[in-house]
């Protein structure tokens, strides 16, 4: 299991010990936190901490993860460490996985009927989904969660270019192109952990850099066949 954490110190000890109750191998990938996340890291045993000297984006931790996995496994299972994903839920995920078949299963987020989901989650959900589609990839309603499991190491030679949280949208139109099926599984999510959920998405930025990415998909799409 991976797990990428910047600056959630006051969720990620909570996250990898519902994590470690499922007895998969843990690897929690630092990318550069600059609070007490990693002091908390240090007091929990079994688990395995990769670091980054520098925040150098989401996506970059977990490839990270994913070569340190694939030394024991060769899936890997993703969950994001700002306490919105149910761990337990993971084993859905793993119910679905079709025999003979190496696909990403991506958890679909299914709100509750009280929840409260900040604006940029819903509109940046469904401004991802379409572009998603556009850029080649599937046909999805949740191509933003982070709760998902990948084939190693076909995931790795996807030549995914972008590197902070543009690089999950990225791989699922790399995937879709390269014959790896996609699907959704339903799982829960809770947008208010406590109280104590932090999000590093920045609506103008991140915007930006999504706009970009799917431009060059959509470039290399219709000028390479790739």
Same mark, same amino acid.
């Given at each position: 299991? #991976?797990?990428? #954490?910047?600056? %959630? ?7 990898? /010990?519902? $994590?470690?109750?499922? /007895? ?27 670091? %980054? ?6 996506? $970059? ?7 340190? $996995?694939?030394?024991? $496994?060769?899936?890997? =299972? ?22 003979? =078949? ?22 940046? /959900? ?7 589609? #556009? ?42 192109? /390269? ?7 339903? #799982? ?11 999000? %590093? ?26």
């Amino acid at each position: 299991m #991976v797990i990428p #954490v910047y600056n %959630h110190v006051a969720t990620i000890t909570e996250v990898v /010990r519902q $994590a470690m109750e499922l /007895r998969h191998p843990v690897f929690v990938v630092d990318d550069g936190s600059t609070d007490d996340t990693a002091r908390e890291l240090k007091k929990i045993q079994g688990i395995n901490v990769l670091t %980054h000297q520098e925040n150098i984006g989401k996506g $970059a931790a977990i490839l990270s993860g994913f070569a340190a $996995a694939t030394k024991v $496994a060769d899936m890997a =299972i993703t969950i994001d460490a700002d306490g919105q994903h149910y761990p337990k839920d993971v084993r859905k995920l793993i119910g679905a996985l079709p025999d003979g =078949i190496r696909p990403i299963v991506v958890g679909k987020r299914i709100y509750a009927a009280d929840e409260h989901v900040p604006w940029t989650s819903r509109f940046g /959900r469904k401004f991802s989904n379409f572009w998603v589609w #556009v850029s080649g990839g599937p046909a999805l309603s949740d191509s933003q969660s982070g709760m998902r499991i990948y084939p190693l190491p076909e995931s790795i030679n996807l030549e995914v270019k972008a590197r902070r949280f543009q690089f999950e949208v990225e791989i699922l139109v790399k995937a879709k192109r /390269r014959g790896i099926p996609v699907i959704e599984v339903p #799982v829960r999510v809770n947008y208010n952990p406590g109280g104590k959920r932090i999000s %590093h998405f920045r609506p103008f930025v991140d915007f930006m850099r999504n706009s970009s990415t799917f431009g060059r998909l959509i470039f290399t799409r219709v000028f390479s066949r790739r």
